[in-house]
């Protein structure tokens, strides 16, 4: 049983857009805490954006101002449209759901999400 599943990966220039979007099951939709991380090769996986289950979002640093994450609950979906993307945006993008409120944006704060789907690729070139 599928229970997260990202898709909307792709290979644009630098400057350019994509939106992904993560297709949750009911149980994981009501998660307090659904994060959009991401993991470039030879790195760590890093959280980029959360939203909680009032709606309240929250972003790294790093993406300030150029991600938005958002959500349609009739679809029980979580998107990420990412706007002015970089070449240093390029890894494989997953989406993760935690049973309770939990950290995410520390180092190594992956291992407090407790569900993850498959990742989907973002490739920018410069």
């Known amino acids: 049983q599928v229970q997260l599943e990202e898709s909307g990966g792709g290979s644009v220039q630098d400057g350019g857009s994509l939106t992904l979007s993560c297709v949750a099951s009911?149980?994981?939709?009501?998660?307090?805490?659904i994060v959009w991380f991401r993991q470039a090769p030879g790195e760590q996986r890093e959280g980029v954006a959360n939203?909680?289950?009032?709606?309240?979002?929250t972003y790294a640093e790093s993406v300030k101002g150029r991600f938005t994450i958002s959500q349609n609950n009739a679809l029980k979906t979580v998107y990420l449209q990412m706007d002015n993307l970089k070449p240093e945006d390029t890894a494989m993008y997953y989406c993760?759901?935690?049973?309770?409120?939990?950290?995410?944006?520390?180092?190594?704060?992956?291992?407090?999400?407790?569900?993850w789907g498959v990742g989907t690729r973002v490739t920018i070139s410069s």
């Open positions: 009911a149980h994981l939709y009501r998660s307090n805490c």
């Open positions: 993760a759901a935690a049973r309770g409120s939990v950290s995410w944006y520390g180092p190594r704060d992956y291992n407090n999400m407790d569900y």
């Open positions: 939203i909680d289950s009032t709606g309240k979002v």
